[in-house]
């Protein structure tokens, strides 16, 4: 079984930073790829960002510029520190990462359960 655990959302002014992290645990062999994508009330789940085993990285253009993924491979750790916040970067953020539980088997798609991100205006 796979986990992937958020923690760092919480409640920030305006132009203020959080950092998010997510830790995959469990049985996990390896992880291809992870990212961060969110999800603000009545609007559907939207990228954030992705990074891949190689650091090959891809932003949304809201956030570009303004947000930083990045990971820890040796600790199956991902990052997303945020800096300069909008009231339109409020949302629910989910980890997802695209992980082989074991050898010689397919990855798939495995998600966190969320933390939420509210920016005061």
């Known amino acids: 079984q796979v986990q992937l655990v958020e923690s760092g959302g919480g409640l920030v002014q305006g132009g203020g930073s959080l950092k998010l992290s997510c830790a995959a645990s469990g049985s996990v062999f390896s992880i291809d790829a992870m990212g961060w994508y969110r999800q603000a009330p009545e609007k559907e789940r939207e990228l954030v960002a992705t990074?891949?085993?190689?650091?090959?990285?891809n932003y949304a253009s809201s956030v570009k510029g303004r947000f930083t993924i990045s990971r820890d491979n040796a600790k199956n750790t991902m990052y997303l520190q945020m800096n300069n916040l909008k009231p339109e970067d409020t949302a629910v953020y989910y980890c997802?990462?695209?992980?082989?539980?074991?050898?010689?088997?397919?990855?798939?798609?495995?998600w966190g359960q969320g933390t939420q991100v509210t920016v005061s205006s």
């Open positions: 990074i891949t085993a190689g650091g090959r990285i």
């Open positions: 997802w990462g695209l992980v082989s539980p074991a050898a010689m088997t397919f990855p798939g798609d495995y």
